[in-house]
């Protein structure tokens, strides 16, 4: 049966998120001049740190992924508008093995997540957002692999048909292939 519960960032319980994926709620700081929103600090985590910040705008109907990494953690929060973010972990030996979940992440409830090496991820935007994400090895592109984001073996029943894809995601090969990619850097 696929995941199509979506789950609100900060009101998701911490046994219900993959192995080692972190949420840190994030305060603002306002007054009559605007706002100030801390998205970082080193203390909230202890995997390692970003080296590399990037800020990424979306269209309506653009689905990033599904990709996961063998190296790098991610680190990431909303900006403007909201993200539908699905997690599944494929990692045979994590206690969480298998699990899937739909989170929703809202600039207006700003949380940071934190995705460990191994989780897939993707990101689904229905407006137009933009999403803040750290990782903590430089990006290169030899730390990437996808599979297709609808692939029934993630689970994640995503809220949308027919989304805005890149070439790379329109061309993932299947979630057994992710696997296997993972299994051989050591990683799933």
Do not use: K
């Not at 979940?101 to 090496?117: F, G, H, M, N, S």
Request: contains cysteine.
């Amino acid at each position: 049966m696929l995941t199509s519960t979506i789950v609100r960032a900060g009101a998701v319980a911490p046994e219900a998120l993959p192995a080692g994926v972190e949420i840190h709620a994030i305060r603002e700081h306002g007054d009559e001049r605007g706002a100030f929103r801390e998205i970082w600090r080193r203390s909230w985590s202890d995997q390692p740190p970003a080296v590399q910040w990037n800020m990424v705008r979306s269209r309506p109907n653009v689905l990033r992924g599904v990709h996961a990494h063998v190296r790098h953690v991610d680190f990431l929060t909303m900006a403007a508008g909201e993200m539908i973010l699905g997690l599944h972990d494929p990692r045979r030996d994590a206690p969480s093995f298998g699990r899937s979940l739909l989170l929703r992440l809202e600039a207006d409830d700003p949380q940071l997540v934190v995705i460990p090496p191994g989780v897939c991820h993707g990101f689904y935007f229905a407006t137009a957002s933009t999403h803040i994400y750290g990782v903590s090895e430089a990006w290169d592109g030899s730390d990437e692999f996808g599979c297709a984001w609808d692939d029934p073996a993630l689970n994640l029943a995503w809220p949308c048909a027919g989304p805005v894809l890149s070439e790379r995601d329109r061309t993932a090969g299947s979630y057994a292939e992710l696997v296997e990619a993972l299994a051989a850097q050591g990683a799933a």
